[in-house]
């Protein structure tokens, strides 16, 4: 079928390009349909069966993404904390206008001057009205500081144990825009900030809005530097600028084209997928390096051909490995798809696409354009390919010095000690880990961390199997348990629940200070009964506090508890989970049971999954690999002699991982399936040009001189320029965009390094001479001495 293409569109140049603009112009129509997801919830599949109680919980709820407000007193050395005249009225000032800012829902403005503070007057509990924006005097100053103090609300959440710092939570609409969000915080803070009082912006909603603008600015930069760069490199090689326009001209095609049918198909894009222009221009280019290369060759060598001629045999005689490289790459990258998290399985699904509408491309437009307008020859692309097939000489000489089987059995050595440091890897992500660290949000969360309980939260769901629900006092103590045992699980910050404000609440009534009653309660030396919980909720149904979504629903019998943890993480977030199911397992919480949701449950159900997909899609890729090669060249020697190679350049890259520290994230993972489906090309052309060298030459070391003095000039080519584009996403802002660019770079660099060291030995130690079918074999397989390459 290739073939004909081939044909059809160096004779018919004309209509092949018609039909490409034609159909170029309807996809740019459905472009701008694609939606971004910027919700942290939107990277797992709504159907995802561990998601499905936090779902119903964060519906339960209620449920937002946050907007965070930290205040931070200056005043460290002169005993002024934040609790001042100035800093109470500028709390207030903020809490007011973000209550007023279009996107953010206004009774879920939660501070210390929005809460009503509770105190007991003339035997009745008196609620101290919000504080507001207007001016404190001095007696409501030392009121507030004497209720808040009593009541323990300078437990880290609204203010800081230390009096240095204080906090304003906001709730955001789910369909408001987070990045206009982002600059009209952003200028809250800024036009209230004084030389005694730093303010600082944070939260979920923040952090997606300032990444997914870092990434769309990210592209604007990067692909004309790609694109730039890749013109350079290819004109240096080629010595001609036409042919660097023709090949990314038809990688722009396939981009286009796939971008088009996101919008035809109504898929959302991802952070993640913002990356995928970049990936492609950069993966896009090889196989045609490897075509026009043979190209300019083939015009220099059979001058009496015609250009039309010269065209259809040079892609025809390279499209055995172009198009298993690219079959191997499509299955690399639709790989990702077996990760049940949807930024990867759009951008395997999509990128897998583009890799296919490539190959076509490589097929049918760039051969129409060499026919209508054949690119000038010049000597110094003829030098430059001397030059390269000498250095790659004296590579193969060195391996043949050392010894290709000892080499092969050297770095399969090292192999087994690369497993081993493999298995430390750590695997993590979150929204403000990915944030360049000079960003507003991510400087926000360091002081969030810093001052208060914590940036992220893990909710419970606490459900009680009783018709009283939490109202029955031996149900209702779960609770304490649950608020103790989290807030002894390290990083903890703070822990809220319904516990507490009825605490609160009870003590005030008895005029008595909230951590004395607490105390008090936990040792059972004053216990609770139904009537001190029914009063105390019926109270704070009364208050008209601001609401961060319910803790009590269901007829009582369902609780949220809310834990405050300092920088989370993954191995963070662990111990928390695990202090939880403790308390619910304990015979005392009988008929209870209990369900993690909300954004740190989120957080670490996403990198479970990234483990597991990562298992699989690495061994999908690595067994499609296998089987593709050896279906189509009908040799499982020669499969392996190109897959091993590959393989071992994504374990060195997760051992150089590991050696530094650095964590797998949800994009940086995307490097191992793509190395599988790129790096395998270059062992791919080697293996193959390899067997077919074996046709003609008396031995397996002539077949690997002539192998590469003619094909590995095209794979350091390859790797070089591939690596370089790939290098350019190392000048993003956006942390994972530039992990994945240098692990992408590391791999391929690897598995190329892997092919040139490796396939000498592998080719030998499988006899791949055997693979050509015996009509075509003129190797000498039986020489009266072992051939020095396999001494």
């Excluded at 959440?157 to 915080?185: M, W």
């Excluded at 959302?268 to 090889?286: D, E, H, K, R």
Aim: proline letters at 5%; aromatic letters at 6%.
């Amino acid at each position: 079928m290739h073939k004909i293409l081939l044909r059809f569109a160096v004779y018919h140049p004309r209509i092949v390009l018609m039909i490409a603009a034609c159909i170029t112009v309807a996809a740019l129509f459905f472009i701008p349909r694609i939606p971004l997801r910027l919700d942290g919830r939107s990277l797992i599949p709504a159907g995802e069966e561990s998601l499905a109680p936090s779902d119903q919980a964060s519906a339960t709820f209620k449920l937002n993404d946050i907007v965070v407000l930290c205040f931070v007193s200056k005043g460290e050395g002169s005993g002024e904390g934040i609790r001042t005249k100035r800093g109470l009225e500028k709390i207030g000032l903020v809490s007011e206008e973000l209550r007023a800012t279009e996107g953010i829902l206004d009774y879920s403005v939660t501070g210390i001057t929005t809460m009503p503070l509770l105190a007991m007057r003339n035997g009745i509990i008196d609620p101290h009205p919000p504080l507001r924006s207007a001016a404190i005097d001095s007696a409501t100053l030392m009121r507030t500081r004497h209720e808040t103090g009593m009541l323990g609300l300078d437990n880290g959440i609204i203010l800081s144990g230390t009096d240095r710092a204080a906090a304003v939570y906001a709730f955001v609409r789910p369909d408001a825009d987070r990045e206009a969000l982002l600059e009209k915080v952003g200028a809250i803070a800024d036009r209230n900030r004084t030389k005694d009082l730093d303010i600082y912006i944070g939260g979920t909603a923040l952090a997606q809005a300032e990444l997914g603008r870092s990434v769309a600015l990210d592209l604007t930069l990067l692909v004309p530097c790609l694109i730039a760069l890749l013109i350079l490199l290819m004109s240096f090689v080629f010595r001609n600028l036409s042919v660097a326009v023709i090949s990314l001209a038809e990688i722009g095609l396939s981009l286009v084209w796939t971008i088009g049918l996101i919008g035809v198909l109504g898929e959302s894009v991802f952070i993640t997928t913002l990356a995928l222009p970049v990936v492609l221009i950069a993966i896009g280019v090889t196989d045609d390096i490897y075509g026009i290369n043979l190209y300019i060759g083939m015009r220099r060598k059979l001058a009496h051909l015609s250009n039309e001629e010269v065209v259809i045999a040079a892609f025809g005689h390279i499209s055995k490995p172009i198009l298993l490289t690219s079959f191997t790459s499509m299955s690399g990258l639709a790989s990702l798809s077996l990760a049940n998290l949807e930024p990867l399985r759009v951008f395997g699904i999509f990128g897998a696409i583009a890799i296919g509408l490539s190959t076509i491309f490589t097929f049918t437009f760039v051969p129409a354009l060499l026919a209508l307008r054949p690119p000038k020859l010049r000597d110094g692309s003829a030098r430059v390919n001397r030059r390269l097939a000498k250095i790659a000489s004296s590579f193969l000489h060195v391996v043949e010095t050392l010894g290709p089987r000892r080499v092969v059995v050297g770095i399969l050595l090292l192999a087994v000690g690369g497993v081993f440091v493999s298995s430390q890897l750590r695997i993590d992500d979150s929204w403000i880990s990915n944030l360049a660290p000079s960003s507003r949000v991510a400087e926000g969360d360091r002081y969030i961390n810093q001052y208060l309980a914590g940036s992220t939260t893990l909710e419970f769901a606490v459900k009680a199997e009783s018709p009283n629900g939490f109202l029955d006092p031996e149900k209702f103590a779960v609770l304490a348990r649950m608020e103790e045992a989290l807030a002894r699980a390290p990083h903890v910050g703070a822990v809220q629940s319904i516990y507490s404000d009825v605490l609160r609440i009870t003590a005030t009534l008895r005029g008595v200070p909230y951590r004395d009653f607490r105390r008090a309660v936990l040792s059972d030396s004053i216990r609770l009964t139904r009537d001190d919980i029914s009063t105390a909720l019926l109270i704070d149904a009364t208050l008209g506090r601001p609401q961060l979504g319910s803790y009590l629903a269901n007829d009582n019998r369902e609780a949220r508890v809310t834990a405050f943890v300092h920088g989370a993480d993954y191995e963070r977030l662990r111990p928390v989970l695990a202090a939880a199911a403790d308390v619910i397992r304990a015979p005392e919480s009988a008929g209870t049971s209990e369900s993690p949701f909300g954004d740190g449950w989120i957080s670490y159900i996403t990198v479970k999954l990234l483990v597991e997909g990562q298992i699989y899609s690495i061994a999908f890729a690595a067994l499609s690999d296998l089987l593709l090669v050896a279906l189509v060249l009908r040799s499982l020697r020669t499969a392996i002699v190109a897959v091993v190679p590959v393989m071992l350049g994504v374990l060195f890259t997760f051992a150089t991982l590991v050696l530094f520290g650095a964590p797998l994230g949800i994009a940086s993972s995307m490097f191992a399936s793509i190395a599988l489906g790129i790096g395998v090309d270059y062992s791919i052309h080697l293996a193959v040009e390899t067997r077919d060298a074996c046709r003609k030459a008396p031995s397996i070391r002539i077949a690997l001189r002539r192998t590469f003095a003619t094909t590995a000039p095209s794979i350091m080519v390859s790797a070089g320029t591939i690596t370089a584009g790939f290098a350019v996403l190392l000048l993003s802002s956006v942390v994972p965009n530039r992990m994945l660019g240098l692990l992408v770079c590391i791999s391929l660099l690897i598995c190329a390094v892997m092919s040139l060291l490796i396939v000498p030995g592998l080719a030998d130690i499988f006899r791949l001479w055997r693979t050509v079918p015996s009509e075509h074999l003129r190797v000498v397989a039986a020489e009266p001495k072992p051939d020095p390459v396999s001494a």
